[in-house]
């Protein structure tokens, strides 16, 4: 199996939880960005000072879970998920109803001084190699916010006329914001499809 076979396409950024194993043997999840670089390759762009990243550093190897339940994303956002979300695989961790998971080894880890809309700060670029893929669920859909974006600018763009003064310009300013997540997150036809609906947005 390589990352084609649970739904993942070169060149996109997915939304995934990211399992780690912490130095003192328990386990911590995060939301993370997976890059599908090739089938059998992923890049990861981690900011510092989370345990992922200082888990990654110290293991070399994680687990990525393809998911979309919403309390998993919000929970191990605002802190950690419990002990009995997580089953153990070897050494690593995943989630026990994730649809899928596969498990990644660090080919190269580089800390970078980066530029982006927040600022400047250092993140740490890591490559990694599939080594094992566990489809769990017949149908897998790795989330990809491409799409949304398109959706949401698509609403945009049909209440534009009906909008003005400060309201107008959140709107342009929202637009200007989902071109710039479709851009980063999506493949050709998303950006192709997000260009359309920028053209049509400024002739109204
Ligand atoms: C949808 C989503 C995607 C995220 N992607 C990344 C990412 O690609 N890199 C990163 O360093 N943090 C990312 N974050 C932020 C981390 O999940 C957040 O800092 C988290 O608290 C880190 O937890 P940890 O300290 O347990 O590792 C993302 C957050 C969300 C909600």
């Not at 649970?6 to 995060?30: D, P, Q, V």
């Not at 059998?40 to 994680?62: A, D, M, P, R």
């Not at 979309?68 to 002990?83: R, Y």
């Amino acid at each position: 199996m390589d990352l084609e076979s649970i739904g993942m396409k070169k060149g996109l950024l997915y939304e995934t939880i990211l399992t780690t194993r912490n130095s003192n043997g328990t386990s911590n999840a995060a939301p993370i960005g997976v890059i599908c670089k090739n089938n059998k390759e992923i890049v990861l762009y981690l900011h510092q000072g989370s345990s992922t990243v200082h888990n990654i550093k110290e293991n070399k190897s994680f687990i990525v879970n393809i998911l979309k339940d919403p309390m998993i994303f919000v929970e191990s956002t605002l802190g950690n998920l419990s002990k009995n979300y997580f089953k153990q695989y070897e050494n690593e961790f995943y989630i026990k109803n994730t649809d899928a998971f596969f498990m990644a080894n660090v080919i190269s880890l580089k800390d970078v001084k980066r530029e982006d809309n927040l600022g400047i700060s250092v993140t740490t670029i890591v490559k990694a190699e599939v080594t094992y893929i566990n489809k769990k669920k017949e149908c897998v859909e790795p989330l990809n916010r491409a799409i949304y974006g398109i959706i949401e600018g698509l609403v945009y763009l049909t209440r534009m006329e009906k909008v003005s003064g400060d309201m107008e310009k959140l709107y342009h300013h929202r637009m200007d914001e989902i071109t710039r997540i479709v851009n980063k997150v999506g493949g050709k036809e998303h950006k192709i499809a997000m260009k359309n609906i920028s053209k049509a947005f400024k002739k109204r």
